[in-house]
């Protein structure tokens, strides 16, 4: 019941917070897809934080991804 | 000071510094999406989750303090995002790690540790996180939506056992850490409970919310089941 109660709170009432604006454009959306990756500063992991940046497959590539630590 | 009590203030301590990190990256997040969809409502709900985050970091504190736990430190604002996205789908990689994943969880965390009976200062502390925490979990799927009602999100798939692996703290599988019930009152979930809420959260409402909105899920059940059979 609880994660039920979940879905319908936080994944569809945020679906329609999200929509309930106007939308972004597919126009804008292909213009920040032009912008290059080596434009941003992402992808380091100083220490010190509890996110952790791993690749997908655990090891130690050079594209990794992480996630957030929570409660 | 005995066992539970050192348990339960290094998880304050711990949460402390995830707020503080919060705070950053929501701020920072917030800056970011006027710049491919300036009618976003998501920027406005992440710069008042960034102020919540930091309020939240001093309740956590303050309760670490009163387990005897020094505050948790300084917290650093951790870039997750692959180098290989662009920056509006960095912008969304993040998001969905930070809000449908982790804030999602947090969520079910809370609710679940407002269920037992816990000490009334540590009741006061949860029930006000946990009325924020509703609107952080929310902003993230806010966000999906948009970006799935114009472009295809559909990549993010490969990309959700690396957020989830990210997620989980080291212990968190096979078995979980084991942890006395008494816990429970200091607003500390046991391991093997902890465990649990985590995995019905993700196949309940995480998942099906990522599938709701074109991303396959099939990545991440596989991850999932690697960890749990």
């Not at chain 1, 292909?30 to 080596?38: L, T």
């Not at chain 2, 009334?120 to 924020?132: F, K």
Request: charged share 25%.
């Amino acid at each position: 019941m609880l994660f039920k109660k979940l879905f319908q709170l936080l994944v569809l009432g945020g679906a329609m917070v999200g929509t309930a604006s106007g939308c972004a454009t597919p126009g804008q959306a292909q213009a920040a897809a032009d912008n290059k990756p080596e434009d941003r500063d992402g992808g380091s992991s100083p220490d010190g934080g509890t996110a952790k940046a791993q690749d997908a497959d655990g090891g130690a590539a050079a594209d990794a991804g992480g996630g957030v630590v929570g409660w | 000071m005995d066992a539970v009590q050192r348990a339960a203030g290094e998880a304050w301590a711990f949460r402390a510094r995830v707020e503080r990190e919060a705070a950053s990256r929501f701020a920072r997040l917030a800056a970011a999406i006027p710049a491919f969809d300036p009618a976003s409502p998501v920027p406005a709900l992440l710069r008042r989750a960034a102020a919540d985050e930091d309020r939240h970091a001093a309740l956590c504190a303050g309760l670490s303090a009163s387990y005897g736990c020094p505050g948790g430190g300084g917290a650093t604002d951790v870039r997750i995002t692959p180098r290989s996205l662009g920056p509006r789908d960095a912008v969304l990689y993040e998001v969905v790690a930070a809000c449908c994943i982790t804030e999602t969880e947090s969520v079910a965390t809370l609710a679940t540790l407002l269920g037992e009976q816990a000490e009334p200062r540590v009741r006061t502390v949860l029930r006000e996180i946990a009325r924020d925490e509703v609107v952080h979990g929310r902003m993230g799927w806010a966000h999906l939506a948009r970006e799935a009602a114009v472009r295809d999100v559909s990549f993010l798939a490969a990309w959700v056992p690396s957020m989830l692996a990210g997620t989980v703290e080291e212990g968190l599988f096979p078995a979980g850490e084991p942890g006395p019930d008494e816990l429970l009152r200091h607003g500390v979930l046991p391991g093997p409970r902890k465990k649990e809420i985590f995995v019905r959260t993700l196949d309940e409402v995480v998942l099906p919310g990522l599938e709701k909105l074109g991303v396959s899920a099939a990545p991440a059940r596989a991850w999932i089941s690697q960890r749990i059979s």
